[in-house]
Nanobody, 120 residues
Framework: VQLQASGGGLVQAGGSLTLSCVVS????????MGWYRQAPAKQRELVAM???????TYADSAKGRFTVSRDNARNMVDLQMNSLKAEDTAVYYC???????????????WGQGTQVTVSS
């Protein structure tokens, strides 16, 4: 399973960005899809998650500003980020929990990360 994230960049406070992540690979079934972030000197934290039934979970810091969505036909997960703040600056990672039909096991897979910088 491979994940390719895109859409990061530099934006002014109050602006918006949309992150996208495409998942590729054979013989797997995606369950949860989501986004995490890691700021300098901080631990990686959950930003938003969407289940196979489209149930969503958001960090308190993301509620009301971020929206996670998924396109099952294209194996994609997006994160629409509005009203960005300087404290949203971090490397954002997409992640999926998937069932590998070849090994008959669940696994968590990560993308390479995309930098989001919000200038104040």
């Amino acid at each position: 399973v491979q994940l390719q994230a895109s859409g990061g960049g530099l934006v002014q406070a109050g602006g918006s960005l949309t992150l996208s992540c495409v998942v590729s690979g054979d013989l797997f079934t995606i369950h949860e899809m989501g986004w995490y972030r890691q700021a300098p000197a901080k631990q990686r934290e959950l930003v938003a998650m969407i289940g196979s039934g489209r149930t969503t979970t958001y960090a308190d810091s993301a509620k009301g500003r971020f929206t996670v969505s998924r396109d099952n036909a294209r194996n994609m997960v997006d994160l629409q980020m509005n009203s960005l703040k300087a404290e949203d600056t971090a490397v954002y990672y997409c992640s999926v929990r998937a069932f590998n039909r070849a090994t008959m096991t669940f696994g968590t897979y990560w993308g390479q990360g995309t930098q989001v910088t919000v200038s104040s």
